[in-house]
């Protein structure tokens, strides 16, 4: 691999960004405050990852864990017809006292039928996806721990991501980064429930609520990247499902990762395709966001009448574009969260 280069993301919250890096304001929870979660699983969802996924684990054994009770990585094959099992085995067998490794092989193509065979073998509370080109930073389990032990109210968390490649980035990429899922998602640590989504690439979240989804509807209406196709919007779902369930989002700028990304991923033949993968989804994204606009009105609370009368109009558009079995699912999964909340 030749020289890597750095950037980080959107250019609105670039120097911020930058100049939050060395410091990391957020303050550290005291041990008082932390509410007991037994552990965490890391779950990497791989199809076809032989040639990058070995820096990606070399990561993950590098985590440095102070006060997680447990932790394992889940390693979901989805699928692949290349060496990339064998690879990760092989990497454990060399280590002296590597963190427990569980292989699931899931059959069903697709970035959400990974995920939920890794969140049904997951042994502990606490969830953290990690991508096959996703580096976590050495506390990140550390501090993800810590994060959702102390406020029980965050369903989903998520950090900065750094983009990583083997040449500078084009200029275009600076002002289209966060169509790729990097940079940061919010100015400061903290809620960005209004934000609406996640980026899944690092996303921290409960188990209880998913498996709960999981096991009553089957999982939701959007399926992700399949195979070699990038699909999009199923992590922005499981955002959706947090905040119907009266969970928050948050964002904390103590969490980094770098996003590997080859010069074959920076293209603006790429860009495209994620923009039209990316509208496919909306119509669907669109209802949730109506559903929760009058379901959870205090959360809208700084929102204007105009922008609460579109998000309703889009969603009505979306909830006409839907076939019937979708809709029964969507029905099921909204009063899934409901009940989840009133819990």
């Known amino acids: 691999m030749g020289q890597e280069s750095h950037l980080p993301g959107p250019r609105l919250l670039n120097r911020l960004y930058i100049s939050r ?17 037994d552990g965490v699983t890391i779950i990497v969802c791989c199809y076809n990852s032989e040639q990058r996924i070995e820096r990606t684990i070399r990561h993950l054994l590098g985590q440095q864990i102070r006060s997680v009770p447990g932790w394992e990585i889940v390693l979901v094959d989805n699928k692949s017809t290349d060496r990339t099992v064998e690879l990760v085995r092989a990497i454990w067998s060399r280590e002296a006292e590597p963190p427990p490794l569980r292989v699931v092989h899931e059959e069903r193509p697709g970035l959400s039928h990974a995920r939920k065979a890794g969140v049904q073998a997951a042994s502990h509370s606490c969830i953290v996806f990690c991508d096959d080109d996703n580096w976590l930073d050495a506390d990140y389990v550390e501090t993800a721990y810590q994060i959702m032990s ?31 899922a990097v940079g940061a998602q919010g100015r400061v640590s903290g809620d960005i429930s209004a934000r609406g989504y996640v980026w899944g690439a690092g996303a921290v979240v409960r188990r209880d ?73 909306t119509s669907y994204l669109n209802l949730y966001d109506a559903i929760l606009m009058v379901l959870e009105p205090a959360r809208f609370a700084s929102v204007s009448v105009p922008r609460r009368l579109l998000t309703l109009a889009r969603g009505a558009r979306g909830l006409l574009s839907m076939t019937r079995a979708d809709f029964r699912r969507f029905r099921r999964l909204i009063r899934c969260c409901r009940q989840a909340r009133l819990a």
Not at 160 to 180: E, K, R
Not at 217 to 237: F, I, M
């Open 150 to 180: 102390r406020d029980p109210q965050i369903g989903v968390l998520g950090g900065a991501i750094t983009p990583v490649g083997d040449a500078p980035f084009p200029p275009w990429f600076l002002t289209n980064c966060a169509c790729f």
């Open 21 to 37: 890096l060395g410091q990391r304001t957020e303050r550290r929870p005291d041990q008082k405050e932390i509410e007991k979660v």
């Open 209 to 281: 609520l998913l498996l709960t989804l999981y096991e009553t509807c089957g999982g939701g209406l959007l399926v992700g990247r399949e195979g070699s196709k990038q699909g999009s919007g199923d992590d922005s779902e499981i955002s959706k499902w947090y905040l119907l369930a009266g969970r928050k989002l948050y964002y904390s700028e103590q969490l980094i990762l770098s996003h590997y990304m080859p010069a074959s991923r920076v293209r603006k033949e790429v860009l495209e395709r994620l923009l039209n993968e990316g509208a496919s989804a």
